[in-house]
């Protein structure tokens, strides 16, 4: 897949290595030349330019790019105004940081794909969420191997875990299963609460709404959460 990451300090710059390293094309870019020039032989592609300069901008290659990420910490108004940029320039997909409740809403009101918390969310487990489907969170516990949360993709809803093979087929371990309940309060208001549901049995059957929790190796699940059984 290819990015474009805007804001190389340590959230951008280790998103965009850790991106690059797992295969994907990456233009990372910032305004300081010090940044770019420690992570041009870590990331693809790096560019020094002002990404709140809509002529410059415009140059580049953005109906190719999957995914723009606006990473800029240190600066909410350049990170509002880029965010803002990129979002009428109508990229496929738009996903900035917040650095605060109320930055976070202007973000909504923008009209972003997703937003990030680098003081809560690791550039491990975004790089994850980037390049693996489904995936709702995850914990690395190696280089090599993670635990992760997933949506179930929809070739495998209303399917058994015995009938997809998990571990037959893909090597992976299903820890358990979450489902998502509806809870009406005293007040009658209705909020949804996630419930695990304890070892997952080889006879359960997977639902639309269902998350899975996956061990093995970042490999398989990258292989089961991309490819359908044959």
């Known amino acids: 897949m290819k990015y474009i990451i805007i804001g190389l300090g340590n959230f951008g710059a280790s998103l965009g290595q850790k991106l690059t390293a797992q295969g994907n094309e990456v233009i990372g870019i910032d305004t300081s030349m010090v ?4 992570n041009k032989e870590k990331i693809s592609h790096t560019i020094c330019m002002d990404a709140t ?25 350049a990170n509002v105004m880029t965010t803002a940029l990129f979002k009428n320039l109508e990229v496929k997909r738009l996903i900035s940081r917040a650095i605060n409740p109320l930055h976070e809403k202007v973000l909504q009101a923008i ?26 969170d995850s914990f690395e516990l190696s280089d090599n191997y993670s635990i992760i949360e997933a949506t179930v993709p929809e070739e495998y809803i209303g399917k058994s875990i015995e009938e997809i093979g998990l571990l037959r087929n893909f090597n992976l371990n299903v820890l358990t299963t979450i489902k998502k309940i509806e809870i009406k309060s005293l007040l009658g208001k209705s909020k949804t609460e996630l419930k695990v549901q304890g070892v997952a049995a080889p006879d359960l059957i997977l639902e639309e709404a269902d998350i899975l929790v996956l061990y093995g190796s970042n490999k398989d699940l990258q292989v089961f959460l991309k490819q359908k059984i044959n």
């Open 35 to 38: 940044k770019v020039e420690a």
């Open 53 to 77: 300069d809509e002529y410059t901008v415009s140059g580049l290659p953005l109906k190719e790019t999957d995914i723009v990420i606006i990473a800029i910490g240190e600066d909410q108004g």
């Open 111 to 136: 009209g972003v794909d997703g937003i990030v918390h680098p003081e809560e969310e690791t550039a491990e487990r975004w790089a994850k969420k980037l390049c693996l489907n489904n995936v709702v």
